[in-house]
């Protein structure tokens, strides 16, 4: 079974300061998705940034981007000049290719300080 | 685009009574959709698979005849909390995907429905 750990139950970082959030899975399979939703106080899930695991690119997204490496299963996720606006929960989910299921893990609770 | 949305997204009832929850996909169909149960600073948990047409798949210990799936159209599923106890309060998120979207793996997330059950 897949299994995804985020290993940081708490960060924070100051305003215009760059974090990585780290994340990790087990899986035996090779076709996957990856993903980082963050969560803010409003509790909507908003998508961040996703992976393919068969590109090797990794995936950036304006000031987010992802160390992705897929021999150590890791997921990485990195915020350059960190906003107020990112203050949230962030969740790095898995998604074993057309199950389309995702498998969240823990959260990570980012507070980005003024 | 990708829009999801619930309905409704604050809910107080008696023991007891059952609360009907929406889902909707506003701009685009869903063939799939997806939901979730989240406790206060904890994951999502996964409850249930809903397929247009057919039945819903639930996950290992999730009461079927207690939380109803039923997914009518392509862009309309509901989840019914039948005879709702004070264990049932917690945050429900529906979730769906874009069956023709260019990203059909990618699951776009409603607001979320508050259920308290006194």
């Known amino acids: 079974a897949q299994t995804v750990t985020q290993s940081q139950p708490e960060m924070s970082v100051q305003e215009a300061e760059t974090v990585t959030l780290s994340c990790t899975y087990d899986?035996?399979?090779?076709?996957?998705?990856l993903f980082w939703y963050k969560q803010p106080p409003s509790r909507q899930m908003i998508l961040v940034i996703r992976?393919?695991?068969?590109?090797?690119q990794n995936a950036t997204e304006n000031r987010f981007s992802v160390n992705f490496q897929k021999a150590a299963k890791s997921f990485s996720l990195k915020i350059s000049d960190s906003q107020l606006g990112d203050t949230a929960m962030y969740f790095c989910?898995?998604?074993?290719?057309?199950?389309?299921?995702?498998?969240f893990g823990t959260g990570t609770r980012l507070k980005v300080l003024a | 685009g990708a829009v999801v949305s619930q309905h409704p997204s604050w809910v107080i009832c008696k023991s007891g009574t059952s609360v009907k929850i929406e889902c909707r996909s506003l701009?685009?169909?869903?063939?799939?959709m997806f939901w979730y149960r989240q406790f206060p600073k904890q994951s999502l948990m996964l409850m249930a698979t809903?397929?247009?047409?057919?039945?819903?798949?639930?996950e290992q210990g999730v009461e079927k005849d207690k939380f109803l799936i039923n997914h009518a159209s392509l862009t309309l599923s509901t989840l019914t909390v039948t005879s709702a106890h004070p264990e049932d309060s917690s945050f429900y998120i529906c979730?769906?995907?874009?069956?023709?979207?260019?990203?059909?793996?990618?699951?776009?997330f409603g607001p979320g429905t508050r259920l308290l059950v006194l």
């Open positions: 992976q393919e695991a068969y590109k090797q």
């Open positions: 899986t035996s399979e090779n076709n996957y998705y």
């Open positions: 989910a898995f998604m074993r290719r057309r199950t389309y299921k995702y498998i």
């Open positions: 809903s397929n247009e047409g057919s039945k819903a798949t639930y």
């Open positions: 701009d685009f169909q869903a063939t799939t």
């Open positions: 979730s769906a995907r874009d069956r023709l979207g260019s990203q059909v793996e990618t699951q776009y």
